[in-house]
């Protein structure tokens, strides 16, 4: 297991204002990092016998990852780890619950001013399986593109007129990853570990301060996942980065993230840290599964699809 050095700080986040004249502020979210309590993300789809029944694909899920800290989500296809992460971003439709970034409330979006919203969710970036880069463009064009959501639209529009500015801290970002050396290379002349690491200098350049990574590993051969791995719990220890990775092999999680946690059908099963957690309470996440239905697919209609405002 990676050693927790402890958050750095990411300064004061600012406290939510009030609604309908009170206060609400669950425990611990106006700390930085991610806080998410209750999520909900259910599915309307038809039975067997035609009749119109709900699925829950996350059901009242909680989850807190400080800054600092590396949090890998382990459990079986269809338990809700994906989902929970894309539905932070805006990518799966919440049903009912509470996102924080920052002690910023994402969700539900009215709590929030659509300034504070988007900053908040600029702060939130998120790396795939499929790390969706530009194969034709260069590595350095790749990681300026995390970037767009802060650049004026012309700018945004065109990638060749990333100011200088952005391509040298864009280089900063692939110093840190350690592909300084293939900036100019094409992305599609990487190996799929180096793609994985240009997308995490991507999310750099974002200027994220969460960092959401599904099933980063998935595709990679050993060498390359203790190469990403080490890097993403590089980023949150010696970078201050509140970390998520969903992860289908558990002993990679073991031994870099900092605490386990671990979903069935939707919910929390376990939460502790690696040393804490027994070999037979993962291994019953995934014999639990077999007796539960899979989470609804995502072309099911959503259920009160309130979508984290972009």
């Known amino acids: 297991m990676a050693s927790h050095h402890g958050a750095v700080g990411l300064g004061s986040p600012r406290a939510p204002g009030p609604v309908g004249g009170v206060l609400h502020l669950p425990d611990g979210v106006r700390s930085p990092g991610l806080h998410v309590r209750d999520l909900r993300v259910q599915f309307s789809t038809r039975s067997e016998a035609g009749e119109n029944v709900l699925r829950s694909a996350v059901d009242g899920m909680d989850l807190d990852v400080a800054a600092g800290e590396l949090v890998a989500i382990l459990g079986a296809n269809g338990c809700g780890k994906s989902t929970t992460l894309k539905s932070v971003i805006g990518l799966a439709p919440v049903t009912s619950g509470e996102v924080w970034v920052d002690g910023e409330q994402v969700h539900p979006h009215h709590r929030s001013s659509a300034a504070d919203q988007h900053e908040a969710r600029r702060r939130v970036a998120m790396i795939f399986q499929q790390v969706n880069l530009v194969r034709r463009r260069t590595v350095l064009d790749n990681v300026c593109a995390g970037a767009l959501g802060r650049l004026p639209l012309r700018q945004s529009l065109v990638a060749s007129l990333f100011p200088h500015d952005l391509r040298a801290e864009a280089m900063l970002c692939l110093d840190r990853v350690g592909l300084a050396d293939r900036a100019l290379d094409r992305v599609g002349q990487l190996s799929g570990g180096q793609q994985q690491r240009v997308a995490v200098a991507r999310a750099l350049c ?17 060498a390359a996942s203790t190469q990403v791995m080490e890097l993403l719990a590089t980023l949150a220890h010696d970078e201050g980065l509140a970390v998520v990775a969903v992860l289908h092999d558990p002993e990679l999680a073991r031994e870099h993230a900092d605490r386990l946690v671990g979903m069935v059908a939707g919910r929390e099963q376990l939460n502790g840290a690696p040393d804490a957690v027994a070999r037979d309470a993962v291994e019953h996440l995934y014999a639990a599964a077999a007796a539960v239905p899979a989470a609804a697919p995502t072309s099911d209609r959503p259920i009160t699809g309130t979508r984290i405002p972009a």
């Open 206 to 222: 974002q200027r994220a301060s969460v960092l959401l990574a599904d099933e980063p590993t998935s595709a990679l051969d050993p």
